[in-house]
């Protein structure tokens, strides 16, 4: 009896297919992959604005006065920002406001700044995009601010995300 | 004489072996390449309602802002009535005439819709962002409540 085992051509056939299937497997796997990380970063790249406009359209609504720029000018360190809203306290009459430097955005006070969006050392980090972005007191009431979040992927393999915010601030007097 | 022995059939698979092993293969491949895009197309869909919830979430924050600003009377004089809010800049008092969307024009994909309505003493706005996906409508909705009352 003659035990043959696989011809060389019957092993060339097998590897050509298993090489043809394999690499669209992972293709397919790899864009999934690529897709869910995307759309994860997404979601936490709102969770972070999200947070971000709430925090700013609260305390203004419950601490500010008056939008005052001109006068709190002075009184804040803005770090040589020129994108800035300034707000006049309701019960200390001090300064505060929000700043936004560097592609940083900072909380700023007479004591200090802090940083709401930005900060490097964490395991998400975002920053402020420089597209659409505008502080702008319209009057002492009346304040409008717009900005874009994106995320900055440490792969070009990620695409970064992007997110808008824009609402008005209105100071009941 | 001894006869041949009758070639041994163990020398190869058999025809039912390969059909088998084919079967398998392919439903699993099939399988795992079904599942792969539903789950694609399930991620796609969750991407666009995210942006959705957005464009909602910011007319329900300038729709306050307006009750706010303008007064409720404003809010309450448009009853009965759809606005289009395809625009993606807001103003500070720039109200769209009343009427339903005609198309997805926002962002070239969205179509951004509030319905007021009156609700008992409240007035009842209906925020709804839609977009077209796989040739089916999907939308994320908000609704919101004012009441004559300053809060």
């Not at chain 2, 500070?92 to 309505?117: H, M």
Request: proline letters at 2%; a negative charge.
């Amino acid at each position: 009896m003659k035990r043959r085992g696989f011809t060389l051509i019957e092993m060339m056939i097998t590897v050509a297919i298993v090489g043809l299937v394999l690499p669209v497997l992972f293709g397919i796997i790899f864009s999934l992959v690529r897709l869910q990380v995307q759309v994860n970063q997404l979601q936490r790249l709102k969770e972070t604005g999200d947070y971000v406009s709430n925090q700013i359209l609260n305390t203004v609504r419950q601490e500010a006065i008056s939008v005052a720029n001109e006068e709190c000018f002075d009184k804040v360190e803005l770090g040589g920002s020129t994108t800035y809203l300034l707000f006049e306290n309701k019960t200390d009459t001090t300064c505060f406001g929000y700043y936004v430097n560097d592609s940083k955005l900072y909380a700023v006070d007479e004591v200090g700044s802090k940083t709401l969006v930005g900060e490097d050392d964490t395991d998400f980090p975002v920053e402020i995009s420089s597209d659409g972005l505008t502080m702008t007191e319209i009057n002492d009431y009346l304040a409008k601010i717009s900005f874009t979040i994106v995320t900055t992927p440490e792969t070009s393999f990620l695409k970064p995300q992007s997110l808008s915010y824009q609402f008005y601030l209105y100071l009941r007097h | 004489m001894k006869m041949k022995t009758a070639p041994s059939n163990k020398q190869g698979f058999s025809l039912i072996e390969i059909l088998v092993f084919v079967s398998v293969f392919s439903v699993a491949l099939v399988a795992l390449i079904g599942s792969a895009s539903y789950s694609a197309l399930i991620l796609s869909n969750l991407r666009y309602k995210t942006y959705a919830t957005r464009y909602s979430e910011e007319l329900a924050e300038w729709l306050s802002f307006q009750r706010n600003y303008q007064g409720y009377s404003v809010i309450e004089a448009k009853q009965g009535n759809s606005y289009c809010f395809n625009d993606s800049s807001i103003d500070v008092d720039n109200w769209p005439s009343a009427g339903a969307c005609t198309g997805f024009t926002l962002n070239d994909f969205y179509k951004r819709q509030a319905v007021i309505e009156a609700s008992g003493t409240k007035n009842k706005i209906t925020i709804t962002t839609s977009y077209q996906f796989l040739n089916t409508e999907k939308q994320s909705s908000i609704v919101i409540y004012f009441n004559p009352y300053s809060l």
